[in-house]
């Protein structure tokens, strides 16, 4: 309920007539849920009501509005659990990692707002060249207006919350459409923001599958934040750029993981596993490329398998810690990646298959001996699948990394963190981590964001707070003077404007002051 009493958000009022999705069980293969889907016009209007809650909200000061926002911190608080149960119900991801991955998030994210976004949403100087002097010069950042969220089902809750709480803070309302595969945590959002102090209709939430996206897309949003595959995002490019307006694609990933000879071997190892499996693989940060030097090959491929092999496959309630592949056409495209692997040469050491129970499972799978022709390596698999490639030294680990479509995180590991922060640096991607895997998403003061096929832009930290702005300069004159030099009439004023030039090009105070003096008093008045 908002502070005024009014009723809760709802996008979808014709609800009851609406065509529904229905959502199963990844683990066990129910049906546990049917969401009413927004048609054409029902996504027109929770845009207009997004739009018509919009002034009020850009004009309360920033620290205004992160006070508002801060209200999801005792939200998380007394729900954060409950949350996190319906979250692993929805994907069949584990409740350690729908609580550590998706729900904690927010607080972190809030705290970083609450310090930093009056900072980096306010109006700042800039220099003002010579020729320029007695003009003050500033650049202001302002709300973009109607934000469409489209989100994917891997993180469902948190690919959303995130977004949406740096677009508010930056003084925009939004229009989320969740996942068609997990609509209940777009549901879990609505009821989360309905209980904000926030202007009715500022954030809405539309459940649909694609098509209510392309709608979100063709309404009259300013800029629509997407998150997805790389075929949908091209979509959404194309009809953000019929209207224009602007988009921003966070894509897919193939991320490589760098281990040079004096890697920091066992946690090396469990970072690996861990890169690798953790959300059953199903990340656009998941370790999918593993290049381990030639010298240490054996040894690590070795605990990589045993570890691999201890993993627990299972649902949440079985206190797993590999979970089922949450969209199930995603085990066809894992098993065409495997298999077309093993015909090209590819080498199982444990899994390689799906497993014979209800739900979506794929047992966790470590291949050796791929190459880079392989779909396995070219592809995004998105599965609990960890493919090694066995690389002569750094070098060829680097140039291998780097020679892919996809851009978007990496990691390097070695006890020389100059050398390290070195092989970093020449990692052509969004995100590097050293002796880690990807915890650098969960810094919100780091950018996120892809390269090449990864994706366009980048959100977290001060410029993903400033992805959801508009840039204005402006510039204030004292008006000492009647006209500028360059303003009419431009009779007599050609020598001192050429005076003007010498002077900037040799900063000469001398021929500035004569070209000023010319211009500002055309020759014919002599
Ligand atoms: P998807 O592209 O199938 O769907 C994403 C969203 O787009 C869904 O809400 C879907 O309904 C919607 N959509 C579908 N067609 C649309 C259209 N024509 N116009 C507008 N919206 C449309 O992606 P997915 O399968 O849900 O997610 C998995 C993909 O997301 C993977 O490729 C993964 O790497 C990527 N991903 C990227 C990041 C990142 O931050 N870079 C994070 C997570 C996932």
Known sequence: MSADG????????RASEARRIETRSPVSG???????????????????RARAALPLWRALPVVERMRRLDGLKPLIEARGEELAKRLSQE???PWVEALAHEI????????YHRKFAAKVLRRKKAHTPLLLTGKASYIEHFPRGVIGVISPWNFPFQLAIIPMIQALTAGNAVVLKPSEVTPDSGEMIRELFAELDLPEGLVQVVQGEGATGAALCRADVDMIFFTGSVATGRKVMAA????????????????????????PLERA??????GGFANAGQACVSVERLFVVDAIYDRFVEAVQRDVEALRLGGPEEEADVGPMIFKGQLAIVGRHIREAVAAGARILTGGAAVERPGHFFAPTLITDVTPEMSVYREETFGPVLPVIRVRDEEEAIRLANDHVYGLNASVWTRDLKRGLAIASRLECGQVTVNDVFSSVGNPSLPFGGV????????????GLLTFTNTRGIMVDRALFEAEPNWYPYRGKH???LELMKGLIRKSPLQLTRGFLRTRKPKNED
Do not use: Q
């Open 6 to 13: 009014s009723a809760p958000i709802d996008a979808t009022k």
């Open 30 to 48: 129910e049906v546990i849920g049917s969401f009413p889907i927004a048609d054409e016009d029902a996504v027109a209007e929770a845009v207009a």
């Open 91 to 93: 994907t069949g991801k």
């Open 104 to 111: 904690m998030l927010v607080p972190i994210f809030l705290d």
């Open 240 to 263: 953000c750029a019929a209207r224009p307006i602007p988009c921003e694609l966070e894509l897919g990933g193939k991320d490589a993981m760098i281990v040079c000879e004096d890697a």
């Open 269 to 274: 190892v469990k970072g690996a596993v861990w």
């Open 452 to 463: 090449r096929s990864s994706g366009i832009g980048r959100y977290h930290g001060e410029e």
């Open 495 to 497: 020598h001192g404007v």
